[in-house]
């Protein structure tokens, strides 16, 4: 088990993008930041760009993992969507995207597209 919230963040953010691999995502980037915007990971869904929020918790006591999907959280994923776009020279109005959620919940995934 990682020593701190940011290793431990970054190994499920991995093991999400190994679960999107097996679905036939390709993983085009981790923890894709701005001073403003944040993406745990984007990929490939065929010709759509997946920008996808990655949320753990160790068990329910808090809640469940897709209750912590705010609107400012889903704010800055679309900040963030944009923000690649634009790095990547892609036209956002012609330019397949989605945004999905992986909730992991103890051992248990929860993978919801177009969660908002």
Known sequence: MPD?????GSEKERMAGAYLEQKGHQILEYNYRTRMAEADVISLD???YVFTEVKYRRDGSQGH???AVTK????????AAL???EDHE???DMTNIRFDVIAVLGEEVTH?????
């Open 46 to 48: 065929g010709d759509t």
């Open 4 to 8: 701190n919230k940011r290793e431990l």
């Open 65 to 67: 993992p897709l209750e």
């Open 112 to 116: 919801v597209e177009n969660a908002f």
């Open 90 to 92: 892609l036209v956002p």
């Open 83 to 85: 923000y690649y776009l």
């Open 72 to 79: 400012g959280k889903q704010r800055k994923v679309r900040m």
